[in-house]
């Protein structure tokens, strides 16, 4: 369907593209009613002196609940157009469109006006301009207006000014204050300001650096892709603000055209930006240099070019110091130094043995992952540092790592010799422990950067593979150099104070900032999976619990075998089951039935049943988990979804997870002071509906169908 409406678009594009067949008509000096648009040519002074610079606008007046579009329409629409005829001398600018607001028509979404809407255009008179003439401009316009149907207007408007002798003879018009109105609150550059994209499979990754970030928060913030094909404009986008840097992750469209090259939008927040003069929206536009990618570190200042090969190598080495420090590293470091407390006191060689099974780690762990940047962007890949975090499984095998690690710190069970054991152990029998703890430790580093990171990184993917994996090498090494000195110097171990049982409460708190870690690694999965899906994650962490809970309270060595294998069985179990329910959920095949949902209003339902069609509304909020429960178990059912498309049942969403006064006025009109509440309506106009339990399942929702069938059937019949 949406494919569908994208085709008659292009074709109305190519249509109206052509001149207009109302060429020998006249153009007007007045407004032109076309029915659902009054257009008309309208300036801000009432005369223009010679050289003047002044305002005129496109004004289009919509009727009620009819919208045309902003340059980028969305999902659907076509922005206005102007073909200017002035007279000699005049220069004319672009239109500039004010900031639009998102129109949904489920299951699309568009970018558009409604009400008034005034398009400017600045117009320059020239310095030989007669005084006491009259100067005409002429504007052949043309829009698409829409509500449920689509309309292509147009009209020839025109604009006649006399010409005054200087600027004490300019007096406003009828429209100055419109258009004042209107330019004040037009978006504006982001002074300084730059944008980066980042092109993921799922995703468009905008970077945008701005001094004007620093201090402020955002309020309601979306941002409006200007380039068509791009976003998926009825997707949820994500932000996350960081000094006077902001990530936009921004859901791709399925006709994603992979040609662009450059990116350029509107940031909206509702509060307004104060380095801007307080607009609710600013313009940010990439340069050449930013399009090439990796052009620094958001914030360096300096571009990737700008250092040599030498200054690399520092750069990776002190970049790799610093990682230490970076709070997504920390809790694995924590583990590695418990460790080296624990080595005090033992043999001196074995102790620096641990500290290059470290290293070892850390250094393969970097070659793994650096090759397999090189290569895919070598294959045409747009990939970063940090990009197996782009991939939900590997995020979510890392949360159960972090996850299992927290627990055992806090003393729910104890780790053996099991994989996730080797890497948090680091007793002189375990050098293979050393060795994964260095693993892990590049695996929860990767998606850091800290100074010096950005150039370093940058720079080694603009060189050969063997001189980048050399970069890579050398910030490995940074990251593992704190520890080889530690291992290597038996004087700076043996300051460190002495096994305890101070030990155990240290390993406790050593549980908090993985969990931390955690809370992080579920931020980024919420990006990948939506809020349902994290109801899932958290789900599955959940029964994870119950297994490690299950181990360490039945398979220790006072209990018999027989419970110990027990307990291992079921520990396992839970975990692989708890490791299913939070993989991200196969999406359905394209061939099956979808659903569509509009959004509940009294009218639309009164509308529909209007027209005999069977009405099924939901009221529902996503804290609602027994509404969460019952959709998973309808809307999964294949009987349900056919009959649903067989009988043409409407589908309304009341969606109440936030407050709606509409919404809390139709449960309390069914005695209802909460959600989830279901009606289903037969299709006779003024018909009162059937109300359906609250715990809803196929075979019930089957049953009420057919009663609606059986209804339809009685009405023919008599």
């Known amino acids: 369907m949406r494919l569908f409406k994208r085709v008659n678009f292009f074709v109305l594009l190519a249509v109206l593209s052509f001149p207009s067949v109302r060429a020998a008509e006249p153009f007007n000096l007045g407004p032109v009613d076309t029915g659902e648009v009054v257009a008309e040519l309208v300036s801000e002074v009432k005369g223009i002196?010679?050289?003047q610079r002044f305002d005129v606008a496109l004004r289009l007046k919509m009727l009620p609940h009819w919208h045309v579009y902003?340059?980028?329409?969305?999902?659907?629409?076509?922005?206005?157009?102007?073909?200017?005829?002035?007279?000699?001398?005049?220069?004319?600018?672009a239109l500039r469109f004010p900031v639009p607001h998102r129109i949904p028509t489920p299951p699309l979404v568009s970018y558009g006006y409604e009400g008034e809407l005034f398009l400017l255009a600045s117009v320059k008179a020239p310095e030989d301009l007669a005084v006491g003439s009259r100067s005409t401009l002429r504007a052949a316009a043309n829009w698409l207006v829409c509500e449920d149907t689509c309309i292509p207007g147009d009209a020839r408007l025109a604009l006649e000014l006399p010409v005054v002798e200087n600027a004490s003879g300019v007096e406003p018009a009828a429209y100055a204050e419109d258009i004042s109105r209107t330019r004040a609150g037009l978006p504006l550059p982001a002074e300084g300001g730059v944008i980066g994209a980042e092109v993921l499979e799922d995703l468009v990754v905008l970077t945008l650096e701005w001094e004007g970030f620093r201090g402020g928060e955002l309020v309601d913030p979306y941002f409006y892709v200007e380039e068509e094909s791009v976003a998926d404009s009825a997707g949820e986008q994500s932000f996350e603000l960081s000094g006077t840097t902001l990530r936009v992750a921004i859901p791709k469209t399925e006709y994603f055209d992979e040609g662009i090259e450059a990116y350029s939008g509107l940031l909206y927040s509702k509060n307004g930006f104060d380095a801007a003069g307080g607009v609710s929206a600013v313009r940010f536009s990439e340069s050449a240099a930013a399009a090439a990618g990796f052009a620094g570190e958001a914030g360096d200042g300096v571009g990737v070019l700008a250092i040599g090969f030498g200054q690399a190598l520092l750069y990776a080495f002190l970049g790799g110091l610093i990682l230490n420090l970076m709070p997504c590293v920390f809790p694995v470091l924590s583990i590695k130094a418990l460790g080296f407390v624990q080595q005090a006191g033992e043999d001196r060689g074995k102790t620096l043995r641990h500290g290059v099974a470290f290293a070892v780690g850390v250094l393969v762990s970097f070659w793994i992952l650096a090759g397999t940047l090189i290569a895919l962007r070598a294959a045409g890949q747009s990939l970063g540092w940090g990009f197996q975090l782009q991939q939900p499984e590997f995020v979510i095998g890392l949360l159960v790592v972090m996850f299992l690690f927290g627990l055992s710190l806090a003393g729910v069970f104890e780790m053996g010799t099991s994989a996730i054991g080797l890497a948090g152990k680091v007793k002189s029998e375990g050098y293979t422990g050393s060795f994964f703890s260095g693993v892990l430790a590049t695996a929860v580093a990767t998606p850091c950067t800290g100074p010096f990171m950005g150039q370093a990184l940058g720079f080694a993917l603009t060189l050969s593979a063997f001189q980048s994996l050399t970069v890579f090498t050398l910030l490995a090494l940074g990251m593992a150099t704190p520890y080889l000195v530690l291992s290597a110097n038996p004087k700076l171990i043996d300051l460190l104070p002495r096994p305890g049982a101070w030990m155990e409460t240290f390993k406790q708190a050593m549980a908090f900032p993985m969990f931390a870690t955690c809370i992080w690694l579920v931020w980024v999965l919420g990006s990948h999976v939506g809020n349902d899906g994290l109801l899932w994650v958290l789900g599955g962490l959940l029964v994870?619990?119950?297994?490690?809970?299950?181990?360490?309270?039945?398979?220790?060595?006072?209990?018999?075998?027989?419970?110990?294998?027990?307990?291992t069985a079921l520990a396992a179990f839970f975990c692989l089951a708890g490791?299913?329910?939070?993989?991200?959920?196969?999406?359905?095949?394209?061939?099956?039935?979808?659903?569509?949902?509009?959004?509940?209003?009294?009218?639309?339902?009164?509308?529909?049943?209007?027209?005999?069609?069977?009405?099924?509304?939901?009221?529902?909020a996503d804290w609602c988990l027994t509404c969460k429960a019952n959709e998973a178990r309808v809307f999964t059912s294949e009987a349900v979804l056919r009959r649903i498309a067989e009988l043409d049942v409407q589908l309304v969403k009341a969606d109440w997870t936030k407050r709606d006064p509409v919404i809390t006025k139709a449960l309390e009109s069914f005695g209802r002071s909460g959600v989830p509440l279901y009606l289903l309506y037969d299709g006779k106009e003024g018909a009162a509906p059937r109300v359906?339990?609250?715990?809803?399942?196929?075979?019930?929702?089957?049953?009420?169908?057919?009663?609606?069938?059986?209804?339809e059937s009685l009405a023919v019949s008599r």
């Not at 994870?544 to 360490?552: E, H, K, Q, S």
């Open 579 to 620: 490791i299913w329910i939070m993989l991200p959920k196969s999406a359905a095949a394209d061939d099956g039935v979808k659903l569509v949902w509009q959004e509940y209003s009294p009218e639309l339902v009164a509308k529909l049943g209007s027209e005999g069609r069977p009405v099924f509304v939901d009221f529902t």
């Open 49 to 51: 002196y010679p050289g």
């Open 692 to 711: 359906l339990p609250q715990l809803l399942n196929p075979d019930l929702v089957l049953e009420e169908l057919a009663a609606v069938v059986a209804n």
């Open 70 to 93: 902003w340059i980028n329409p969305g999902d659907t629409g076509l922005a206005p157009q102007v073909e200017w005829q002035l007279p000699e001398g005049f220069e004319v600018g």
């Open 544 to 567: 994870l619990a119950i297994g490690a809970w299950i181990y360490g309270r039945w398979s220790t060595p006072a209990r018999g075998a027989l419970a110990r294998r027990t307990a």
